[in-house]
């Protein structure tokens, strides 16, 4: 689990994983064991303030070189143990992302109108976000599921933080990185508020001018969450969230080592939620087909390991997806299994063999008494289910 200390109080033989805070902009390659007190006074030099480290990793530099000793062992968490039932944590992830809604509808207004947007309750937000996924995770997941094609701007940034704490839960951050994590993507999107309604909505190819404009949002949530006084991690994921390890992203074109684990992260988790979205001008795609997108744009675009993490962190067959068994039964997969990922629990309610509606059944596919099994992921318009409204009234009424 990742700690954040002061420069100062780094240590020859610690692992440093990321920069936190800094003065300057100069970009300093910090992944690694520090082995001198000469590198650390770099560091300073540099204007670090803070870095993150890794505690469970030191070496001894009394023993054979680059010999790797563990210190106390860190409790991994464990996603299969739940401290609250998908059924009673349900109507506090619908309040929860209802409240989020309504926080950046007024952000939004708020920087239109010239004002400075306050923090503090996105930050309260980000924090019932991470409350949540720790008693279950499936539900606010089961949230990120409902999709409103006319509401995009609103509900991506919020799925992205959801799905960042998640994901920052599974990598065993501490607490306190977690919420700069989910804060920082819950506002990654600010910028496009200032960016022509013309561009940001275009169905067709943008020209080349237009997109550089759309490339500025990135500059513009960097520049608004440096001024309402954010944290370096928060303001790292909202700015560079369109980096890319061959350098070709933007805005600033950064590459490998430039680019940290956490804005590595939010570049996966951020691409993942705008393919599976359902736009005015688009169908989002299943799952599946957006883990293959990814997994292609890996070693170039993005980190090989993480992909495979976020991957394990939501499921292969994630909370909220519309699946057809083997029974030609239609159901939503409304619980993760980790140890067994095809085999969901699932919350069946339609026939597909006679193409009506059925009673809602749960489905423990892991259950060995239950003779059936996952065919695909399928799209509700393939057989004209209104899926938001099954998902309200089944799980978040």
């Not at 200032?194 to 990135?218: M, W």
């Amino acid at each position: 689990m990742l700690k954040t200390i002061l420069v100062s109080d780094l240590k020859p033989g610690m692992f440093v994983q990321g920069v936190v805070k800094q003065q300057g902009s100069v970009k300093v390659k910090t992944e690694g064991w520090v082995r001198t007190q000469t590198a650390i006074n770099k560091l300073v030099q540099s204007g670090i303030l803070e870095v993150s480290v890794d505690p469970d990793k030191f070496i001894d530099l009394n023993q054979k070189k680059d010999s790797v000793k563990k210190t106390t062992e860190t409790p991994k968490f464990d996603p299969t143990k739940a401290t609250a039932s998908f059924s009673s944590e349900a109507s506090k992830a619908k309040k929860l992302y209802s409240e989020a809604k309504q926080l950046q509808s007024k952000a939004f207004d708020d920087i239109r109108a010239g004002r400075k947007i306050d923090v503090e309750p996105f930050k309260h937000v980000a924090s019932g976000f991470i409350d949540s996924v720790f008693r279950n995770q499936d539900a606010l997941a089961c949230m990120t599921r409902i999709r409103e094609k006319d509401a995009y701007l609103l509900e991506h940034s919020i799925n992205v933080s959801v799905l960042m704490s998640i994901f920052a839960k599974h990598m065993g951050f501490e607490r306190a990185v977690i919420n700069e994590l989910a804060t920082g993507a819950l506002l990654h999107d600010i910028g496009k508020i200032k960016v022509p309604d013309a561009i940001l909505n275009k169905p067709g190819k943008l020209t080349s001018q237009e997109f550089e404009e759309i490339k500025r949002h990135s500059l513009y949530s960097k520049e608004i969450l440096e001024e309402a006084g954010l944290s370096e991690i928060a303001i790292q994921v909202a700015g560079y969230h369109h980096e890319r390890l061959d350098g070709k992203g933007y805005p600033y074109g950064l590459k490998e080592d430039e680019i940290n684990q956490y804005v590595r992260m939010i570049s996966i988790v951020d691409v993942y939620d705008a393919l599976t979205a359902k736009r005015v001008y688009k169908d989002g795609m299943n799952p599946i087909q957006a883990f293959k997108i990814l997994r292609a744009d890996c070693p170039n675009s993005f980190d090989s390991d993480l992909v495979t993490r976020f991957i394990q962190c939501i499921g292969i067959h994630p909370v909220g997806t519309l699946v057809k068994l083997k029974s030609q039964k239609l159901g939503i997969v409304s619980q993760s299994n980790f140890e067994q990922p095809l085999k969901p629990m699932v919350k069946v309610f339609y026939s597909a063999k006679h193409q009506h509606y059925t009673e809602v059944q749960d489905l423990d596919l892991a259950n060995k008494r239950i003779n059936d099994e996952l065919e695909s992921s399928i799209k509700p318009e393939d057989f004209g289910i209104d899926l938001i409204k099954f998902f309200r009234n089944a799980f978040f009424d």
